[in-house]
């Protein structure tokens, strides 16, 4: 038995946890058992669902190293990688990474070896954000706070987000702030049954324009939102309005664990307004402009809610190349997969939201070695030596009580944002609203079911064990119900769904009663 100190890569927080690892005996269940760790600086030992189910999230089946589908020894994996990114025009090749489970050594050794090969299509999922605002507001980007500030704040403005769905260990730090004081006010389509605000202001889905018009409420307040591949740019453009038109501060949390490592060591926002998004890089890979693609700890077509239209496009690509520790979508389409290890044997250094510097736990080099025998060579040592320099580190010694990366608060101005829905044709009467959480973006269905209202059950005649049918042009999605206290209009998922977001929060659907 063997148990090791690790961190969660469920989302941007960084919950510490023990993971034990014992021999599988005849009839057990699981290999892999999760611990509470009291002493954890970020979480204080507790967990949210998708951290104590983790066990699962590791037992996947491993990526082999492979060339053409044929399994090889890694070596000759990563000779046919090299000789096959060097037959390539840099212009020809793009590099992706989602930074949910790869360490600040690992971002800046990918980094270096796309400028080996002269490529700067390199994506961690957040480029096109920067480049519809000013660079004085990157900052609220690229940083995030100490959750002292959270339950520090005396007024806290949730913005369309639900921290015990999304992010359930950030609701712990608004119930402390609550006690201290605060007043929680929620901006959102329906009222949190949960009760953790203090008043509640209901937008209706084609009035979200009109939160400027109340933007008194936002004065003097930490207000919390989201940000991940899929918001909205007009949204983010709204939210930074209202950040600088009042005294307020805004604090965005992401769903990828080292996002924050991503953005100040894998590109900050100057250097990301310069290159290809992700969304970009697909456009490219569909044109035939972009023929060869490096995905590092990556589940592109699990993560990416058109995953089927994904997989089609990167079937046209004439080199795939898949590093990552367990088998995705993608794998059996990969012309070279290799093989690395589990997030939490990993040897190295995440950044979490708030600025704190948290060591992964493990003593395994495997997946940094990988890319440095592809790029540079260099050593962890030296890659690690790297990243302090660049973080700013002058002590030696990795301390998570420490918030090391601290933020600053700056002044600028956004213009104002004009917001709306784009509306098409056959798709009337409901708008889909997805929550999304750990589970959403890892690829895993928790909950098989949506939520609507009690009157839009009796409009379409459902019965207990019936099921809807949710259209959106060519795309359906059949799934349970559960009756909840939301506006007749609205269907909400915690689950990733076929339908595709259009406008990043609200997506216009039909509904009826699923046929038997």
């Known amino acids: 038995m063997k148990i090791n100190s690790c961190i969660c890569p469920g989302c941007c927080i960084g919950c510490s946890l023990y993971l034990v690892e014992s021999e599988v005996e005849e009839g057990a269940k699981e290999k892999i058992k999760v611990l509470h760790r009291k002493t954890g600086a970020v979480n ?15 037992e996947r089946e491993a990526l082999n190293n492979s060339i053409d589908g044929k399994a090889v020894k890694q070596e000759e994996a990563l000779k046919e990688a090299r000789e096959s990114l060097d037959s390539m025009k840099p212009e020809e090749l793009a590099f992706i990474a989602l930074p949910g489970t790869i360490t600040n050594e690992e971002i800046v050794s990918f980094v270096s070896l796309a400028s080996e090969f002269g490529c700067e299509n390199v994506s961690f999922g957040f480029e096109r954000f920067f480049k519809g605002i000013p660079e004085e507001a990157d900052y609220i980007i690229e940083k995030g706070l100490p959750f002292t500030e959270v339950e520090g704040a005396t007024k806290i403005i949730l913005f369309f987000i639900d921290p015990f769905v999304h992010y359930p260990l950030l609701a712990r730090r608004i119930l402390k702030a609550k006690k201290n004081g605060a007043k929680v006010i929620e901006v959102s389509f329906a009222k949190n049954e949960r009760g953790i605000a203090d008043e509640t202001v209901l937008v209706e889905a084609m009035e979200v324009e009109r939160i400027k018009e109340r933007k008194e409420i936002f004065e003097e307040s930490l207000i919390i939102g989201e940000l ?15 950040k600088a038109s009042t005294s307020s501060m805004l604090f965005l949390l992401k769903p990828f664990l080292n996002s924050t490592g991503a953005f100040l060591l894998g590109g900050n ?47 046209k690509l004439d080199l795939l190349i898949e590093q990552n520790a367990f088998r995705t979508a993608l794998s059996d389409d990969a012309d070279i997969t290799i093989c690395s290890e589990p997030f939490y044997m990993k040897k190295g250094t995440v950044v979490n939201i708030e600025g704190r510097v948290l060591e992964i736990g493990g003593e395994s080099e495997k997946g940094l070695r990988i890319m440095e025998s592809i790029g540079k060579e260099r050593l962890y040592e030296e890659v690690h030596e790297a990243v302090k320099k660049r973080l700013g580190l002058g002590n030696p010694e990795i301390n998570e009580f420490e918030i090391a990366v601290m933020r600053e608060e700056r002044d600028f101005k956004v213009a104002e944002p004009k917001m709306g829905i784009e509306k098409r044709e056959g798709e009337e009467g409901y708008f889909l609203w997805y929550k999304t959480n750990p ?20 409009k379409l005649g459902l019965f207990r064990g019936d099921e809807v049918e949710i259209v959106q042009g060519v795309r359906e999605e059949r799934m349970g119900f559960k009756i909840s206290e939301l506006p007749d209009y609205l269907i909400l998922s915690e689950a990733k769904l076929a339908i595709t977001p259009v406008q990043g929060l609200l997506t216009r659907v039909a509904m009826k009663r699923a046929e038997e």
């Open 439 to 458: 589970f959403f973006w890892n690829g895993v269905t928790d909950k098989n079911f949506v939520e609507i209202s009690a009157a839009a059950m009796r």
């Open 269 to 315: 926002g100057k250097e990301a307004r310069k290159r290809k998004d992700l969304f970009e890089i697909l456009e490219g890979v569909e044109k035939g402009e972009i023929k060869a693609l490096y995905l590092l700890e990556t589940d592109l077509a699990g993560v990416m809610f058109e995953s089927e239209e994904v997989a089609k496009t990167i079937s």
């Open 228 to 242: 991940t591949p899929y918001t909205n740019p007009q949204f983010l453009s709204l939210m930074l309005w209202l």
């Open 44 to 58: 204080e030992g507790k967990l949210c669902k998708f951290g104590t189910g983790l066990h699962a999230y590791y």
